[in-house]
């Protein structure tokens, strides 16, 4: 994901540019909104994102891209809204990442061995298509 320049500081997005700078597509950012990750400001229909749901939609992205739940996302960001300190986001955050690493290596491993599993099978169908070359050519 390549984010373009960050907008002003003060600056509301439409979701056209929310879309354009975090490329993403309307449907997401209103799945997010119905799923109350993003709360824009209302002009008439007009949705407009604040610095605070750039910056929420910035973490939503990069908690999907580690493969964290919604569920998950939602509690982090909640915790960030409430606590007076960060200490207890940040530790759960840790967490959580930690419990994720730990997924992540083991399919890893799975998939490494699968693949040299994969690999065995296609060396030995190898060997049985030249064996049944060399009987076809006697």
């Not at 799945?31 to 990750?37: C, N, P, S």
């Not at 209302?42 to 949705?47: E, L």
């Not at 840790?94 to 099978?121: F, G, H, P, V």
């Amino acid at each position: 994901m390549t984010l373009n320049p960050t907008p002003d500081k003060t600056e509301l997005l439409t979701i056209r540019e929310m879309c354009e700078a975090y490329e993403v597509t309307p449907r997401t950012l209103r799945f997010y909104e119905q799923k109350e990750l993003l709360f824009p400001k209302r002009q008439g229909t007009k949705r407009l994102f604040t610095r605070r749901d750039q910056a929420r939609l910035k973490l939503i992205l990069r908690g999907k891209r580690f493969g964290f739940s919604l569920e998950d996302i939602r509690q982090l960001l909640d915790m960030y809204d409430r606590e007076d300190t960060k200490e207890a986001q940040l530790k759960r955050t840790y967490e959580l990442a930690r419990a994720r690493l730990s997924e992540m290596e083991q399919q890893r491993d799975e998939l490494n061995e699968a693949i040299t599993d994969l690999k065995a099978q296609m060396a030995w169908g190898e060997d049985m298509l030249a064996s049944f070359r060399k009987q076809a050519a006697k």
